[in-house]
C-alpha cells in the first residue's frame, strides 16, 4: 500500500466516527451517543421465523433495545426493513455478510441496499475469511494460508475506500479462530497480522465472549487496535472442560454440573466497560447462542447490560 492511499485512509478512519457512525442517519443526538444497546437478530432466527419479523422487532423494541444488527433480511425490501425499523422506533447498526457483499462488483449494490434502511456498517463474520484448505483441527501457518490471509488485509483495505465512497464502513467479526490461527511460522495470530496489516478504516468488531473463549483478553484488544470499533458483540462463555449449563445470558457464564469444580471464565464486564467507554464503542451488540426460538436469554441479557449503566 502506497502512501498516499495509506494516509487517506487514515484520514478517512478518523472523520468517520461522526460522519458515517451507524445510527447516526437520524437527527436523534440519542441515537448518535455511545455505548447504545442492540440485538444481533440471528439470537433469535427461529423466534423470527415464527412470529414474522414485524412482530419480532415489536417485542425486541418492548424489552428496550434501541437497535438491530441484521444477519439476512428474510425477503424484506429495503423500504419494507426500514417501515419495520421506524414503526417500531428501532435503527439499524450493523449487518453481516459473507465479504463478497462489498468485494468490488458487489459494493455499489450492498450499501445502497442498506443505506436505504438507514445502515451504514458492514461486517462478515467470518465468512470468506478462513483460508482455504486450512485444516479446523490444526490451524497452521504454511505458503497458502500466509498468501491468502495477506491477499485478505489488502481486499479489506481495498472494500474500506470503495465503502467510503457510497458513506459506508467495512469490519470483520471473531469467533475463536482468529486467535487461534498462527501465521508467519507461528509468530504472529491471524487476529494480530489482520489488524496490524489493515487501515484503522477497517472496523474491529470484536465478539468479547468468544475472545475469552479463546483465553485472550478483550480489554487488551482495544488497547492495540483503539477507535476503530462502531460496534461490540456482547456474548456470555459458555465453553470449558465439563460445561453443562449454559443458557447464554449475559452475565451467567456457564457452569459445571459439580459446584466445587470452576466453570467457563466469564467476560469480566467490569472491566471491559471503562476501556470500551474510553475506546467509543458505540454500540453493544447482544448475541446468544441459545434459545433462538424466544426471547428467554435476550431479555435478560438486556437487563444484565442496563444494570451495569449502558443505557
Same mark, same amino acid.
Given at each position: 500500500?502506497?502512501?498516499?492511499?495509506?494516509?487517506?485512509?487514515?484520514?478517512?478512519?478518523?472523520?468517520?466516527?461522526?460522519?458515517?457512525?451507524?445510527?447516526?442517519?437520524?437527527?436523534?443526538?440519542?441515537?448518535?451517543?455511545?455505548? +447504545?444497546?442492540?440485538?444481533?437478530?440471528?439470537?433469535?432466527?427461529?423466534?423470527?421465523a415464527k412470529v414474522g419479523l414485524e412482530i419480532?422487532?415489536?417485542?425486541?423494541?418492548?424489552?428496550?433495545?434501541?437497535?438491530?444488527?441484521?444477519?439476512?433480511?428474510?425477503?424484506?425490501?429495503?423500504?419494507?426493513?426500514?417501515?419495520?425499523?421506524?414503526?417500531?422506533?428501532?435503527?439499524?447498526?450493523?449487518?453481516?455478510?459473507?465479504?463478497?457483499?462489498?468485494?468490488?462488483?458487489?459494493? @455499489?449494490?450492498?450499501?445502497?441496499?442498506?443505506?436505504?434502511?438507514?445502515?451504514?456498517?458492514?461486517?462478515?463474520?467470518?465468512?470468506?475469511?478462513?483460508?482455504?484448505?486450512?485444516?479446523?483441527? @490444526?490451524?497452521?501457518?504454511?505458503?497458502?494460508?500466509?498468501?491468502?490471509?495477506?491477499?485478505?488485509?489488502?481486499?479489506?483495505?481495498?472494500?474500506?475506500?470503495?465503502?467510503?465512497?457510497?458513506?459506508?464502513?467495512?469490519?470483520?467479526?471473531?469467533?475463536?479462530?482468529?486467535?487461534?490461527?498462527?501465521?508467519?511460522?507461528?509468530?504472529?495470530?491471524?487476529?494480530?497480522?489482520?489488524?496490524?496489516?489493515?487501515?484503522?478504516?477497517?472496523?474491529?468488531?470484536?465478539?468479547?465472549?468468544?475472545?475469552?473463549?479463546?483465553?485472550?483478553?478483550?480489554?487488551?484488544?482495544?488497547? +492495540?487496535?483503539?477507535?476503530?470499533?462502531?460496534?461490540?458483540?456482547? @456474548?456470555?462463555?459458555?465453553?470449558?472442560?465439563?460445561?453443562?449449563?449454559?443458557?447464554?445470558?449475559?452475565?451467567?457464564?456457564?457452569?459445571?454440573?459439580?459446584?466445587? @469444580?470452576?466453570?467457563?471464565?466469564?467476560?469480566?464486564?467490569?472491566?471491559?466497560?471503562?476501556?470500551?467507554?474510553?475506546?467509543?464503542?458505540?454500540?453493544?451488540?447482544?448475541?446468544?447462542?441459545?434459545h433462538s426460538d424466544d426471547l428467554s436469554a435476550?431479555?435478560?441479557?438486556?437487563?444484565?447490560?442496563?444494570?451495569?449503566?449502558?443505557?
Amino acid at each position: 500500500m502506497d502512501i498516499s492511499r495509506r494516509n487517506f485512509l487514515g484520514g478517512l478512519a478518523a472523520g468517520t466516527v461522526l460522519a458515517t457512525a451507524p445510527g447516526c442517519a437520524t437527527k436523534c443526538c440519542k441515537a448518535c451517543r455511545p455505548g +447504545k444497546i442492540a440485538l444481533q437478530l440471528y439470537s433469535i432466527r427461529d423466534y423470527i421465523a415464527k412470529v414474522g419479523l414485524e412482530i419480532a422487532l415489536e417485542d425486541v423494541a418492548k424489552i428496550g433495545y434501541e437497535g438491530v444488527e441484521f444477519a439476512g433480511y428474510w425477503d424484506k425490501s429495503a423500504k419494507e426493513l426500514k417501515k419495520i425499523l421506524d414503526d417500531n422506533g428501532l435503527v439499524a447498526c450493523g449487518t453481516h455478510v459473507g465479504r463478497e457483499e462489498f468485494g468490488p462488483d458487489k459494493i @455499489k449494490e450492498t450499501c445502497e441496499f442498506n443505506l436505504e434502511f438507514g445502515n451504514r456498517f458492514l461486517c462478515c463474520p467470518g465468512g470468506g475469511n478462513f483460508p482455504p484448505g486450512c485444516d479446523w483441527g @490444526k490451524l497452521e501457518s504454511n505458503d497458502q494460508t500466509d498468501g491468502f490471509v495477506k491477499m485478505l488485509c489488502e481486499f479489506y483495505n481495498q472494500a474500506a475506500v470503495d465503502a467510503r465512497g457510497y458513506g459506508c464502513l467495512v469490519g470483520l467479526h471473531n469467533h475463536m479462530w482468529e486467535f487461534q490461527l498462527r501465521i508467519n511460522n507461528g509468530s504472529i495470530t491471524f487476529w494480530d497480522y489482520f489488524f496490524s496489516n489493515t487501515d484503522p478504516a477497517v472496523q474491529m468488531e470484536q465478539d468479547v465472549g468468544w475472545t475469552t473463549c479463546a483465553g485472550f483478553d478483550p480489554c487488551e484488544q482495544y488497547r +492495540k487496535y483503539p477507535h476503530r470499533s462502531f460496534t461490540l458483540h456482547a @456474548k456470555e462463555n459458555g465453553m470449558g472442560d465439563g460445561i453443562t449449563k449454559f443458557d447464554a445470558i449475559l452475565g451467567q457464564p456457564g457452569q459445571t454440573d459439580d459446584p466445587s @469444580k470452576p466453570g467457563a471464565a466469564g467476560v469480566d464486564w467490569d472491566r471491559l466497560f471503562p476501556v470500551t467507554d474510553k475506546d467509543g464503542v458505540q454500540w453493544y451488540v447482544v448475541e446468544c447462542e441459545r434459545h433462538s426460538d424466544d426471547l428467554s436469554a435476550v431479555a435478560p441479557s438486556f437487563e444484565f447490560l442496563k444494570s451495569k449503566g449502558r443505557i
